[in-house]
């Protein structure tokens, strides 16, 4: 199984601890997802997030249905936490999160570790490409959100 990485940096002038809580409240998700993913939470809402905390989504990856659960696997507020997919389309998926204040803002950093089925048809052309689409459209809707 081949492993990439995708990591991204986002400087927000909203104060560390009003980013943190935007990330730790589940129903964000939904705000920050692309429209074209048909992104939906299952699991019922409010939904505290801590380590161990369990989260059922359904999206449509280019028109195809999945069902995707992940774990937070560290929960260390107000600097990272971690999700992991432990259902779902790809097949390693490790999402760290952190947070650090910098210049009366947050430098908010992505480091995504995942592995895909295919990868050789799949990552160069399809994957890797909606996986920079998706964080582009995060970062939009974040800088006008946070601010």
Sequence with gaps: MKVHEYRCELWLSAAKDRVFSFFADAANLDAITPPWLNFEILTP???????????DYRLRVRGVPFRWKTRINKWSPPDVFVDEQIQGPYRL?????????RDTGTLVRDHVRYATP????????????????????????LTKLLV
């Design 45 to 55: 809402m409010p939904l505290a997030l801590h380590k161990g905390a369990l989260i």
């Design 118 to 141: 295919l990868d050789t048809l799949l990552h160069r052309w399809v994957v890797r490409p909606d996986i920079e689409r998706i964080f582009n459209y995060r970062a939009a809707v």
């Design 93 to 101: 998926w490790i999402h760290e999160h952190t947070f650090q204040a």
